[in-house]
T-cell receptor
Framework: QKEVEQDPGPLSVPEGAIVSLNCTYS??????FMWYRQYSRKGPELLMY????GNKEDGRFTAQVDKSSKYISLFIRDSQPSDSATYLC??????????FGTGTRLQVFP | DAMVIQNPRYQVTQFGKPVTLSCSQT?????MYWYQQKSSQAPKLLFH???????NEADTPDNFQSRRPNTSFCFLDIRSPGLGDAAMYLC???????????????FGAGTRLSVL
């Protein structure tokens, strides 16, 4: 079993939809949870990070962490075609290493 | 703007011909990482430097080497590239200045390596 599981998609939604992206994990030592956005043939760009359980909102993006269920989510409201990318979750047990999910490819069509 | 810069963006090499990829950063971060990412896969950590201390991942092939001559620059050397080494190579940095910062990595745009 992988430490971090992420549905690869692709997830295809119409413009304006609410998107839910999710990861599950098995290591209860993870404390920091990140979401990266990666456009095709580019490097990952940090979107949001969350420490421990709870919610964090930044514009159209909301990150949720449920440590009791070992489940994290990224919600995108009013999705735009420019949101079309691969979204990678990443986690850290408070060390200098990240464990990544395989990424979910999102396509938002006009 | 402070950033992580990788050169070249695209690199084509021949089977067995040594190649060097470079990374520079203006963030003044202590830690620099090299990842290999293949299509539709998660980035795979090859090694990282904490200042000048080199930390190799157990499953990184000997074919991959790295140098960090100073804080700003880090190089990835592939001594004898094979067809299976064709991938995107990502450089990242982080700073251990506090508990939050040490867990967040900032990535360059990557170098896409093709092996003919």
């Amino acid at each position: 079993q992988k430490e971090v599981e992420q549905d690869p998609g692709p997830l295809s939604v119409p413009e304006g939809a609410i998107v839910s992206l999710n990861c599950t994990y098995s290591n209860s030592a993870f404390q920091y949870f990140m979401w990266y956005r990666q456009y095709s043939r580019k490097g990952p760009e940090l979107l949001m990070y969350t420490y421990s359980s709870g919610n964090k909102e930044d514009g159209r993006f909301t990150a949720q962490v449920d440590k009791s269920s070992k489940y994290i989510s990224l919600f995108i409201r009013d999705s735009q075609p420019s949101d079309s990318a691969t979204y990678l979750c990443a986690m850290s047990p408070n060390t200098d290493k990240l464990i990544f999910g395989t990424g979910t490819r999102l396509q938002v069509f006009p | 703007d402070a950033m992580v810069i990788q050169n070249p963006r695209y690199q084509v090499t021949q089977f067995g011909k040594p190649v060097t990829l470079s990374c520079s950063q203006t963030l003044n971060h202590n830690v620099m990482y090299w990842y290999q990412q293949k299509s539709s896969q998660a980035p795979k950590l090859l090694f990282h430097y904490y200042d000048k201390d080199f930390n190799n991942e157990a499953d990184t092939p000997d074919n991959f080497q790295s140098r960090r001559p100073n804080t700003s620059f880090c190089f990835l050397d592939i001594r004898s590239p094979g067809l299976g080494d064709a991938a995107m190579y990502l450089c990242a940095t982080s700073s251990p200045r506090d508990n939050v910062a040490k867990n967040i990595q900032y990535f360059g745009a990557g170098t896409r390596l093709s092996v003919l």
